[in-house]
């Protein structure tokens, strides 16, 4: 009988001890974790003679095997007493995951180069990612994303038919491009800049509009959120120029009026305001923008509540307060939890500008629950300009002092670093 719950999935697998050793120091490399595991290391794990492990490489198991530490060195028996962790659908899940991975692989290394079938299935990964995107943490996603970039550069780099480089080109942008997404939640400004600067490369190439659109909202959204307003509105304004499509200027010019409006410029902010209040009534869910790729309705209505927030003022706090709540009327249950967030913080920011702080504390509060894994860069810098507020009335509203300690904690632990 297996000692562990990691000896039984090890046990259960194809892969051999050195092979899952490799597995897991290549997760660790590309989460940027500073642990290895070594065969005799993973032995005394499966024996359960190790009760604990630091903090980094209990993360980097966790992203292996699914389970967190304590689990995979508990006894088998007592965690199916517990909670259904090693249920036959768990098995087969776990089964069908490894297997179609495996599959994918085969049919990527294709028999005699890149082919149909082959550019078929690396569109069908990018589109699963850029789906996985709005329901995963992005530090989750960071190890699949770079195992797709890396077959797609090894077959740029290989001898390749004429016609199917604009495809590859594509698919090794939007590759790019969603790890500089990802990079950016986690709030690595330079490596976001740099895999957003390959993804523009590969865009040139392959002369995709809503591709390039992407590259550039994301390194306005670095700069954004590094305070960098005119780079911000710089890339916003160059990506801008060159799009003719609803999406595209929808998410450009939404971009573009939160930079404008964050450095002062009024006018230029409701200019671009309107630009994309006009593209939002047009624009329509288009296939070739696969998950977040695809701007959604309600991030370009929470955009435009924080370019009435950074304007100030009566007037606008009240246009913040309508158009956070549209966001909210847009938004469903399904829609990802950082959305949500981000359109109750900017209702929260309006309504303590209004004057209300019960109604923004009321608004916080629902924040506050985010779990560690989605507390992104936007998410902290939100709640952080939240809580300067909330501090500034602390005095005069008792309910804002007890909130302003339980964002503190919020803020302490973040996406980037989070803690099992």
């Known amino acids: 009988m297996p000692r562990t719950v990691l000896e039984q999935l090890v046990r259960q697998s194809e892969r051999s001890l050195p092979e899952w050793c490799a597995h897991f120091n290549a997760t660790a490399t590309q989460l940027r974790e500073d642990a290895t595991l070594s065969e005799r290391q993973l032995r005394r794990w499966m024996a359960g003679n190790v009760p604990y492990a630091r903090a980094s490489s209990q993360r980097v198991a966790r992203q292996v095997w699914k389970l967190a530490f304590d689990v995979l060195v508990s006894p088998p028996s007592s965690v199916d007493s517990l909670e259904p962790v090693l249920s036959t659908h768990d098995r087969l899940t776990q089964e069908i995951a490894m297997s179609t991975e495996d599959s994918a692989r085969w049919i990527k290394r294709g028999a005699g180069g890149v082919d149909k079938n082959v550019l078929d299935q690396l569109h069908a990964d990018v589109a699963n990612l850029a789906g996985q995107y709005l329901v995963k943490a992005p530090l989750e996603l960071i190890p699949d994303l770079t195992s797709l970039r890396r077959d797609v550069f090894d077959m740029l780099d290989a001898r390749q038919r004429p016609r199917y480089l604009p495809d590859l080109y594509l698919i090794a942008g939007q590759v790019c491009a969603l790890m500089a997404h990802a990079c950016a939640d986690l709030g690595r400004a330079y490596d976001a800049d740099t895999h957003a600067r390959t993804a523009w490369f590969a865009a040139d190439y392959a002369e995709d509009q809503h591709l390039r659109a992407y590259v550039r909202w ?3 959204n670095v700069a954004y959120w590094s305070s960098d307003y005119g780079r911000a509105a710089q890339y916003a304004k160059s990506g801008l120029a060159d799009m003719t499509d ?6 450009l010019a939404s971009q573009l009026a939160r930079a404008e409006a964050a450095r002062g410029d009024e006018r230029a902010a409701l200019a671009a305001l309107d630009v994309a209040m006009d593209a939002l009534g ?9 998950g977040v790729m695809y701007f959604d309705p309600g991030k ?5 509540a924080e370019v009435h927030l950074a304007l100030g003022g009566r007037h606008h706090s009240q246009l913040a307060l309508e158009q956070a709540e549209a966001a909210l009327d847009v938004f469903t249950d399904s829609s990802p939890k950082e959305f949500l967030a981000a359109a109750e913080l900017d209702a929260a920011q ?13 608004r916080v509060d629902q924040v506050l629950a985010l779990p560690v894994e989605l507390r992104t860069t936007p998410i902290i810098e939100r709640v952080s300009k ?11 509203a008792r309910i804002t002092r007890e909130l302003t300690d339980r964002i503190s904690l919020f803020t302490a632990y973040t996406a980037e670093r989070s803690k099992e």
């Open 246 to 251: 609803d999406s595209t200027r929808l998410r």
């Open 350 to 362: 309006a309504h303590l500008a209004l004057g209300d702080a019960e109604a923004a504390a009321s």
């Open 282 to 290: 047009r624009v329509r869910p288009a296939s070739s923008e696969p």
């Open 386 to 396: 939240a809580a300067e507020e909330f501090t500034a009335v602390a005095g005069r």
């Open 300 to 304: 370009a209505r929470y955009y435009a």
């Open 218 to 220: 994301v390194q306005a």
